[in-house]
């Protein structure tokens, strides 16, 4: 299967404790992009990757926040200290865009948060 | 700042009934509306949308788009359970970059 991957996919943890999460996208994808749900509402953009270069982030994401792509393929976000609040689902995507040319986001399963 | 709205929040329907999901957008320099649906997990992809007027149809799903009053709607007919579920709009602007997702209308479909 050559979709969009996620690790893990459920996390628990205390208040205060960093954690990380991986996302895979598709190969021959150059755009990675997270988002962060929470219930009864739509992803909220947190964030972006053309190959390694992070292009945009949002003003959602505080300085606990921090997201990668070294070799512009995986990434990782990197919450620390996290707060209660902090608990949604975390939803990665990839695409291929290439000039004009754009091509939809595909979603990975998401890793589900849980700050207690 | 970007905001997509949709309507109505959540629909109950029977199965063999049509429904239509609105969505209105505003996007800086948009450039894309998407519909998705998500049952439990992540969106699956439905349709792009990047001119007016022209309908897109998968099956019982079509979608439509008049970038002039900024909005989209997705038709489903002849509705059946498995069709329950979030659908969600999402708008993209400059370069592909950022979607703006409204907050979903959730659809039960009842037997």
């Known amino acids: 299967d050559t979709g969009v991957s996620q690790n893990p996919r459920h996390k628990i943890t205390k208040r205060g404790q960093n954690v990380t999460f991986r996302c895979d996208p598709i190969?021959?994808?150059?755009?990675l992009y997270w988002y962060r749900q929470t219930l009864g509402q739509g992803p909220e953009f947190l964030t972006y990757f053309q190959n390694e270069a992070q292009l945009e982030k949002s003003r959602l994401l505080s300085d606990r926040f921090s997201a990668e792509r070294p070799k512009g393929s995986f990434s990782t976000l990197e919450i620390q200290r996290t707060e209660q609040g902090d608990s949604a689902m975390y939803l990665c995507?990839?695409?291929?865009?290439?000039?004009?040319?754009?091509?939809?986001?595909?979603f990975g399963p998401g890793t589900r948060l849980l700050v207690l | 700042e970007d905001k997509v709205v949709q309507s109505p929040l959540s629909l109950v329907v029977h199965e063999g009934d049509t429904v239509t999901l609105n969505c209105s957008y505003e996007v800086t320099n948009f450039r894309s509306l998407l519909w998705y649906k998500q049952e439990k997990k992540a969106p699956t992809f439905l349709f792009m949308l990047?001119?007016?007027?022209i309908e897109k149809k998968s099956g019982r799903l079509s979608s439509i788009l008049d970038k002039k009053e900024l909005f989209s709607i997705l038709n489903i007919t002849a509705t059946q359970t498995g069709d329950s579920a979030v659908y969600l709009c999402?708008?993209?602007?400059?370069?592909?970059?950022?979607?703006?997702f409204g907050d979903g209308t959730t659809l039960t479909v009842k037997p």
């Open positions: 999402a708008a993209r602007g400059t370069n592909a970059g950022k979607s703006t």
């Open positions: 990047t001119s007016s007027g």
């Open positions: 995507a990839s695409s291929w865009t290439s000039g004009r040319y754009q091509e939809t986001q595909y």
């Open positions: 190969s021959e994808h150059n755009r």
